[in-house]
């Protein structure tokens, strides 16, 4: 029988060490992150903030009693959806959608070829459900920078995930939307609210979690919102005399370290994944953690190990050598075998063209795996921690969504070893895995709108 090495070579743990966040460094993390947060919720040091801590203008959380049948449209990643909600109970919410692909030409095209595709689905869906004469009301998730003036209009600051459409930067995308509704003239679409897909989760945790005051996302993107007092919220106009306490702010997280002050814990490979993306200098919280940019961070590691001969010695393959090809969900197949068995390593070692005879490589593959996606939870955690500590608060719900999270199999456990690690002993938390967050919640948030309305 052979022996099954468990030893990492040197060599290799000095190429993924710069991966391996101590705890003085997360410590350091968490306070630079305080100190971006104050800056963009401030009025003064916002323009100049790269954690820009947008107001949604999101201020009631679910009451539980939100009742009707609501229209959501989900963008701000791989899939486009359109979703039909009918919020029965706070128990029984009947969910019909339609997931649609957006072609990867339209990412970078015209905004307008984007908004009448997104105007052909609804159309598309709404005939399929027969709801054609009904002006139902409608929640956009839009999962980009957003600079929001109203429940109802919001200005794309920055376009990121991929996405780089024309002309559509420094507009209100609601109006965006309503003009190719109405260029079609067969819909009837009553948009009450836009919001970010964090929001969402947050919203559709609280639904039925009370405690819930943060709303997480690790998916193609990362981003985090939370529940702000409305007096620190200076950058909505009526901070000081609203008569409702709260805010939801949402984060834009991603941007975190766009100034240089995550400089310390970024390695090389960081350097070279955002010198690649469409977005450079831009994104570099976001960049460190998120689906998009994990596998292509491992591919990176093993191209430099295999050029320097201390991985897969002696093999070749044209596949490794293209970049994005190493998917992010083989860092969670990778890690799901249990510690010495290598059966999907292997199966993800040659449908990147090697063979992989041996067993060390396939040890120091899943090694490299672990460093990146650790070093991803890592700064997660540091968030959560920053955001829990700027609510002063004992016990807390995070609603969380995003794939990374969802699939990878120690992602969760990984957040709660070292977010009990980073916060203040006898501050209780729990991590909840949203269902459906950014349709329900968009379904939420359009409920509450239209009661709003309906009261004034
Ligand atoms: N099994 C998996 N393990 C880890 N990551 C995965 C897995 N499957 C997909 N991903 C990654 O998750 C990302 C997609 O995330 P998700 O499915 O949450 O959708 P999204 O809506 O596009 O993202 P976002 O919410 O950031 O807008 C992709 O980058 C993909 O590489």
Redesign the pocket.
């Known amino acids: 029988m052979s022996v099954v090495p468990t030893t990492i070579a040197p060599e290799v743990e000095a190429a993924v060490a710069g991966f391996m966040l101590t705890q003085a460094q997360m410590t350091e993390v968490v306070e630079r992150m305080t100190k971006e947060i104050k800056m963009g919720l401030a009025r003064d040091t916002h323009p100049r903030a790269v954690i820009k801590c947008f107001v949604s203008y999101v201020q009631d959380l679910p009451t539980g009693k939100e009742r009707g049948k609501y229209l959501a449209l989900d963008l ?4 486009f959806r359109v979703l039909l909600v009918d919020l029965k109970s706070n128990t029984d919410i009947d969910i019909v959608s339609k997931s649609f692909v957006i072609a990867s030409s339209m990412l970078s095209g015209p905004g307008k070829d984007l908004f009448d595709f997104i105007a052909n689905c609804l159309a598309d869906f709404c005939k399929e459900q027969r709801l054609q004469g009904e002006a139902i009301p409608l929640g956009f998730t839009f ?1 980009f920078p957003l600079q929001q003036q109203g429940l109802t209009k919001g200005i794309l600051v920055t376009w990121t ?1 991929g996405f780089s459409c024309e002309g559509v930067v420094g507009k209100n995308v609601v109006a965006l939307l309503q003009e190719a509704i109405e260029r079609r003239g067969d819909l009837k679409i009553n948009i009450v609210a836009i919001l970010n ?1 964090t929001v969402g989760t947050l919203m559709s945790c609280a639904f039925t979690s009370r405690n819930c005051r943060i709303g997480l ?1 690790v ?4 981003n985090a919102c939370y529940v702000e007092k409305t007096v620190n919220a200076e950058c909505f106009e009526n901070y000081q005399t609203s008569p409702k306490p709260h805010m939801i702010i949402n984060a834009e997280w991603g941007a975190f370290g766009d100034n240089g002050v995550l400089d310390f814990v970024r390695t090389p490979y960081d350097r070279i994944v955002d010198k690649v993306t469409p977005n450079p200098g831009k994104q570099t919280f976001e960049k460190c953690i ?3 940019y994990m ?1 292509e961070l491992v591919r990176l590691v093993l191209v430099d190990l295999m050029a320097k001969g201390l991985i897969f010695a002696g093999e070749r393959s044209e596949k490794i050598q293209t970049q994005w090809n190493f ?3 083989y ?2 197949d990778i890690e799901s075998d249990s510690p010495g068995d290598f059966r999907n390593c292997s199966k993800v070692i040659n449908q990147l063209g090697l063979v992989g005879n041996h067993v060390r490589d396939k040890l120091h593959l899943r090694y490299i795996c672990e460093a990146v996606s650790s070093r991803s939870a890592k700064l997660c955690s540091c968030g959560l921690v920053t955001l829990i500590n700027k609510m002063n608060i004992n016990d807390v719900s995070v609603g969380i ?4 999270y ?3 199999p120690r992602y969760h456990d990984l957040l709660m070893f070292h977010m009990t690690k980073l916060l203040r002993p006898g501050i209780k938390f729990e991590l909840l895995e949203s269902d459906d967050g950014s349709g329900k919640g968009a379904a939420l948030i359009a409920a509450t709108a239209v009661q709003n309305q309906a009261s004034k």
């Open positions: 701000g990643g791989s899939n999962s995930k897909d996302i998916g193609t993107g990362s998120s689906g998009m596998g998917q992010t969900s860092l969670s969504d995003g794939s990374v969802r699939f990878h």
